[in-house]
C-alpha cells in the first residue's frame, strides 16, 4: 500500500506496508477534557440571504479528462434542449451544462467542492445545485446563470449548518431549500482538544509524509473505557443527542422577496419539500427516519397538515401534484411488501377525498417515479431483482374522482439500471443509466420509446483499460439458516477455469437499506484484476426485496444479520467456488460495520478485512453522529438510552477481544456521519492485543469518497492489502 503523503496513515513500523511514508503508532488517550455543554433548546434555522459569489465557470474548451469517469444526475432546461449534469471528467463531481445533441459541453462550477444534485428551473433562468465543501457532511445549496454567471449562495454558508435543495416552484420564482438549524461547533460541543489546535503535540505538520491519529478524549463509564461522546448520559456513558430541527423555506434566487417559510420540524432527521402546486397552495414534504418514511401535504398559507401516508425509502423524490392540483401522485409502499404508484384526490384545501394504488407489481418495487412537465405522462422504473424495468404510462382525469394510468409502455433499456428519471421538454426524458459493463451516462428517451447516448456520457471504452473488459456479475440465491431467502451477485475473477477454488473477498453495502446491484464498481474492478473472487450479498435490512425484509434486522435482528455474513460465506465457498481458506470481508459505512463485527463473531471464518467508513461502537457512534441521523438511526438500531443493553451487545468493540484477523480500516477525515473515531478506536484495541491493524484517513473526503484522487488511493490501498493477506494465488 503506498498511499499520497497527505493523508493520514497509521500503522505498525515493522510491516514495510507504507513504502515512503514514515507510519507511527498511535498514542495513548488523551485526559478527558471539561463536560460537554447540555443541548440547546431546539431552535427554527434562520431564513438565508442570497449571498453572491466569484464566477467560477470553467473553460468552454474540454478539461483534460479523466481515462474513466461519469456522468449523472441530469437537469434539462424548459424546451429540453440543454441539460445541466455531474460530471467527474476533472476529477471530482462537478456542474457541467451542454446540449442534449452536441459535444459542447463546459464546466459552470470549477470550484473543488463536490457537487451533489442539480435541478435547472422551470423557467430556465438558474440552476440550482447542491455542493459538500472539503467533501464533508455539510451541505451548501448554490444557484447560477446557465450561463456560468451570477453565482450565489442560497443557504449553508455557516459551517455549523447544513442546507438540503428542494423542487422549485413550477413558475421559477423560487426554489425550496431545508436548512438545519445551527449548533455549537465540534470544539465548543466536544469541549475537547481537535486535530487542527496547535496545543495537540501529538500531531505531525499537516503536510507531512504522515499525520498521526488518535487525539480523541476518552472517559470511563459503565460501560468502559471509550471516546467521550458530545453528549452524556447517566453514569458518563454516551447518549443521544438532540438535534437542531430543520426548516424550509421558498428562497427568490434573485433576493427580491423574502423567504416564505414552509414548515419546521423540531429534531426531524429528514425534511424535503419535493413538490407544490402549479398555484402554490399546497406543499408536498417528505420527512421521517430512514424505514419510517411519511408524505406530507401542508398548506403553505397557514402551513396546516391536510394529509399524510407512510411512502417508501430510497429515492427522497416521492411524487407530484397534477397540473390542477387534485391528484398527488406517491411511490410508496403503505400497507404494502413492495412500493407502488398511489394516486391520491384532494379538494381544493388538500384533504385527501380518496387514495387508490394504479399502478403495482406483485414482487418489484417502484424504485422511481417521475412525471412529464405537463403532468399527464408518468414513468415508472421498477426494481427487479436489482436490475429496473421501465414503463410510460399515461394519467387519465375522470370528474369526481381519483386520476387513473392507462396500459403501460415498456420502454428496453441498454444498461441495467436506472439511477435517475427527469422530463427534457415535451415528450422526452432525461435517464441516468448504469451497469455492469459501463460507468454511469446520461441517455435522451425521445417520446418514451427511442433511446439515444448523450455525446458526451461517459463511453464504454472509457471504463477500463484495454484488454481487461468487466466482469459480467451472476445473480445467486442462497437460504440462511434460519429459512429467510437471501441473495447476491458473484464476480468471477477473469481466466480463472469454472471449479478452481479463488481467494473470494465477500463485500457488503451500506444502509443497511442499500441494495446490491449489477453497476460497474471500480473497487470491484480493482479486486478481479487481481485474481480475486467478490461476491456482493444482500444480508437481512437490504432494500428491493419487500417491506418484511427491510425490517427483519431491526433489533435484536440484527444477530441475524451478522450470521447472513457467514451464511454467504459458506454459499461463496459451495457454489462459488471460493476457497475457504482464503476469505476476506469488506464493506463501507453500515457494511463497513458489518466488517468489524464479522471479524470478531467469525473469527474463524475471514482471514483479513476492509472496513470502510463503519461504526465500531454503536453507542459511540449515536454520540458523534449529526443529529439527524441519530434519530433516524434510533429506529434501525435501538434507542442509545433505553436500549443501550442490546447496542453494547450489537458493537464490534464489545467482542474485540475475538479479533484474530488482520485489519485495514479507511475513513474520510470530514466524515461527520459516521465519525473518524470509529475507526480509529478499533485500529487501536487491535493493536494493543497484537493483532495487525492499520487505518488510512483520506484527505478532504467525507462519507462518501468523491475525488478521483482519492478513490484510486482507496481503491490501490484495498487491493494491495487483500493481496497481500490472501496469497498465496
Same mark, same amino acid.
Given at each position: 500500500m503506498a498511499p499520497e503523503a497527505r493523508h493520514h496513515v497509521t500503522g505498525e513500523p515493522t510491516t514495510g506496508t507504507v513504502p515512503g511514508a514514515s507510519v507511527t503508532r498511535i498514542p495513548p488517550p488523551l485526559p478527558p477534557g471539561p463536560a460537554p455543554p447540555e443541548p440547546r433548546e431546539t431552535s427554527r434555522a434562520a431564513a438565508p440571504a442570497p449571498v453572491p459569489l466569484p464566477e467560477a465557470e470553467g473553460p468552454r474548451d474540454a478539461v483534460t479528462r479523466l481515462r474513466a469517469h461519469g456522468c449523472w444526475y441530469p437537469s434539462a432546461d424548459p424546451d429540453g434542449t440543454q441539460v445541466a449534469f455531474i460530471c467527474d471528467r476533472g476529477g471530482v463531481p462537478q456542474l457541467? *451544462?451542454?446540449?442534449?445533441?452536441?459535444?459542447?459541453?463546459?464546466?459552470?462550477?470549477?470550484? &473543488?467542492?463536490?457537487?451533489?444534485?442539480?435541478?435547472?428551473?422551470?423557467?430556465?433562468?438558474?440552476?440550482?445545485?447542491?455542493?459538500?465543501?472539503?467533501?464533508?457532511?455539510?451541505?451548501?445549496?448554490?444557484?447560477?446563470? +446557465?450561463?456560468?454567471?451570477?453565482?450565489?449562495?442560497?443557504?449553508?454558508?455557516?459551517?455549523?449548518?447544513?442546507?438540503?435543495?428542494?423542487?422549485?416552484?413550477?413558475?421559477?420564482?423560487? @426554489?425550496? *431549500?431545508?436548512?438545519?438549524?445551527?449548533?455549537?461547533?465540534?470544539?465548543?460541543?466536544?469541549?475537547?482538544?481537535?486535530?487542527?489546535?496547535? #496545543?495537540?503535540?501529538?500531531?505531525?505538520?499537516?503536510?507531512?509524509?504522515?499525520?498521526?491519529?488518535?487525539?480523541?478524549?476518552?472517559? @470511563?463509564?459503565?460501560?468502559?473505557?471509550?471516546?467521550?461522546?458530545?453528549?452524556? %448520559? &447517566?453514569?458518563?456513558?454516551?447518549?443521544?443527542?438532540?438535534?437542531?430541527?430543520?426548516?424550509?423555506?421558498?428562497?427568490?434566487p434573485d433576493g427580491l422577496a423574502s423567504p416564505v417559510l414552509l414548515a419546521t420540524e423540531p429534531d426531524a432527521p429528514t425534511l424535503r419539500v419535493c413538490d407544490l402546486t402549479a398555484d402554490g397552495r399546497l406543499a408536498l414534504l417528505r420527512r421521517g427516519p430512514r424505514g419510517r418514511r411519511e408524505a406530507v401535504v401542508r398548506r403553505v398559507v397557514d402551513t396546516a397538515t391536510t394529509f399524510t401516508l407512510p411512502v417508501a425509502d430510497a429515492?427522497?423524490?416521492?411524487?407530484?401534484?397534477? +397540473?390542477?392540483?387534485?391528484?398527488?401522485?406517491?411511490?410508496?409502499?403503505?400497507?404494502?411488501?413492495?412500493?407502488?404508484?398511489?394516486? @391520491?384526490?384532494?379538494?381544493?384545501?388538500?384533504?385527501?377525498l380518496g387514495t387508490t394504488v394504479v399502478a403495482e407489481r406483485a414482487d418489484s418495487d417502484l424504485d422511481l417515479l417521475a412525471m412529464a412537465h405537463d403532468g399527464r405522462t408518468a414513468v415508472l422504473a421498477w426494481n427487479v431483482r436489482g436490475a429496473s424495468e421501465?414503463?410510460?404510462?399515461?394519467?387519465?382525469?375522470?370528474?369526481?374522482?381519483?386520476?387513473?394510468?392507462? &396500459?403501460?409502455?415498456? @420502454?428496453?433499456?441498454?444498461?441495467? *439500471?436506472?439511477?435517475?428519471?427527469?422530463?427534457?421538454?415535451?415528450?422526452?426524458?432525461?435517464?441516468?443509466?448504469? %451497469?455492469?459493463?459501463?460507468?454511469?451516462?446520461?441517455?435522451?428517451?425521445?417520446? %418514451?420509446?427511442?433511446?439515444?447516448?448523450?455525446?458526451?456520457?461517459?463511453?464504454?471504452?472509457?471504463?477500463?483499460?484495454?484488454?481487461?473488459?468487466?466482469?459480467r456479475p451472476v445473480l445467486t440465491r442462497l437460504t440462511a439458516r434460519d429459512g429467510l431467502p437471501l441473495g447476491g451477485w458473484y464476480y468471477r475473477a477473469p481466466g480463472r477455469a469454472p471449479y478452481e477454488p479463488a481467494p473470494c473477498v465477500v463485500h457488503l453495502h451500506g444502509g443497511p437499506e442499500d441494495q446490491e446491484r449489477p453497476v460497474f464498481d471500480p473497487l470491484y474492478h480493482e479486486l478481479l484484476g487481481r485474481g480475486l473472487d467478490v461476491f456482493a450479498p444482500d444480508v437481512r435490512g437490504s432494500g428491493g426485496h419487500g417491506r418484511s425484509f427491510v425490517d427483519a434486522d431491526l433489533g435484536?435482528?440484527?444477530? #441475524?444479520?451478522?450470521?447472513?455474513?457467514?451464511?454467504?460465506?459458506?454459499?461463496?465457498?459451495?457454489?462459488?467456488?471460493?476457497?475457504?481458506?482464503?476469505?476476506?470481508?469488506? %464493506?463501507?459505512?453500515?457494511?463497513?460495520?458489518?466488517?468489524?463485527?464479522?471479524?470478531?463473531?467469525? &473469527?474463524?471464518?475471514?482471514?483479513?478485512?476492509?472496513?470502510?467508513?463503519?461504526?465500531?461502537?454503536?453507542?459511540?457512534?449515536?454520540?458523534?453522529?449529526?443529529?439527524?441521523?441519530?434519530?433516524?438511526?434510533?429506529?434501525?438500531?435501538?434507542?442509545?438510552?433505553r436500549d443501550r443493553e442490546l447496542l453494547h451487545s450489537l458493537s464490534p468493540m464489545s467482542r474485540i477481544d475475538a479479533l484474530r484477523a488482520p485489519l485495514l480500516a479507511v475513513h474520510g477525515e470530514h466524515d461527520t456521519n459516521v465519525p473518524p473515531g470509529e475507526s480509529e478506536q478499533f485500529v487501536r484495541a487491535a493493536r494493543e492485543r497484537g493483532v495487525p491493524a492499520e487505518l488510512l484517513v483520506l484527505r478532504d473526503e467525507g462519507h462518501d469518497f468523491l475525488r478521483a484522487d482519492n478513490r484510486r488511493l482507496f481503491r490501490r490501498a484495498a487491493g494491495d492489502w487483500m493481496e497481500r493477506h490472501l496469497r498465496p494465488f
Open positions: 457541467w *451544462v451542454g446540449p442534449v445533441d452536441g459535444e459542447g459541453v463546459r464546466r459552470l462550477d470549477s470550484s &473543488p467542492d463536490p457537487v451533489k444534485e442539480v435541478a435547472w428551473s422551470p423557467d430556465g433562468r438558474w440552476i440550482a445545485y447542491t455542493t459538500a465543501p472539503g467533501g464533508g457532511e455539510h451541505f451548501r445549496v448554490l444557484c447560477v446563470r +446557465p450561463d456560468g454567471t451570477g453565482r450565489r449562495l442560497l443557504a449553508g454558508a455557516d459551517p455549523d449548518t447544513s442546507a438540503y435543495l428542494g423542487c422549485w416552484a413550477h413558475d421559477g420564482s423560487a @426554489v425550496a *431549500v431545508t436548512l438545519s438549524a445551527p449548533v455549537a461547533s465540534r470544539a465548543q460541543r466536544d469541549g475537547r482538544r481537535q486535530p487542527s489546535d496547535p #496545543a495537540s503535540a501529538h500531531w505531525t505538520a499537516r503536510d507531512g509524509r504522515a499525520t498521526l491519529l488518535g487525539t480523541a478524549a476518552y472517559a @470511563v463509564g459503565p460501560g468502559g473505557l471509550g471516546p467521550t461522546a458530545r453528549a452524556v %448520559g &447517566p453514569g458518563g456513558t454516551p447518549a443521544a443527542r438532540t438535534g437542531a430541527g430543520l426548516s424550509a423555506y421558498l428562497i427568490d429515492d427522497p423524490w416521492i411524487g407530484r401534484f397534477s +397540473p390542477d392540483g387534485r391528484t398527488l401522485w406517491l411511490r410508496s409502499d403503505a400497507g404494502r411488501e413492495y412500493a407502488a404508484l398511489f394516486a @391520491v384526490a384532494l379538494d381544493a384545501d388538500g384533504t385527501a421501465l414503463d410510460v404510462v399515461e394519467t387519465c382525469a375522470r370528474p369526481g374522482a381519483v386520476d387513473t394510468t392507462g &396500459p403501460p409502455r415498456p @420502454v428496453p433499456l441498454p444498461h441495467e *439500471v436506472v439511477t435517475r428519471i427527469t422530463p427534457a421538454g415535451a415528450g422526452r426524458l432525461l435517464l441516468a443509466l448504469s %451497469g455492469s459493463q459501463r460507468r454511469p451516462g446520461v441517455w435522451w428517451a425521445h417520446e %418514451g420509446v427511442s433511446l439515444l447516448r448523450t455525446p458526451w456520457s461517459a463511453r464504454d471504452e472509457d471504463t477500463v483499460p484495454p484488454g481487461r473488459p468487466p466482469v435484536t435482528g440484527r444477530f #441475524a444479520a451478522l450470521d447472513d455474513v457467514a451464511d454467504c460465506a459458506a454459499h461463496a465457498v459451495t457454489a462459488g467456488p471460493a476457497d475457504p481458506t482464503r476469505l476476506a470481508v469488506m %464493506g463501507r459505512s453500515y457494511g463497513g460495520y458489518l466488517t468489524f463485527a464479522s471479524l470478531v463473531w467469525h &473469527p474463524e471464518l475471514f482471514r483479513t478485512g476492509v472496513a470502510v467508513c463503519g461504526m465500531s461502537d454503536l453507542l459511540t457512534f449515536f454520540a458523534g453522529t449529526e443529529p439527524w441521523i441519530a434519530e433516524s438511526a434510533a429506529h434501525k438500531y435501538g434507542h442509545p438510552e
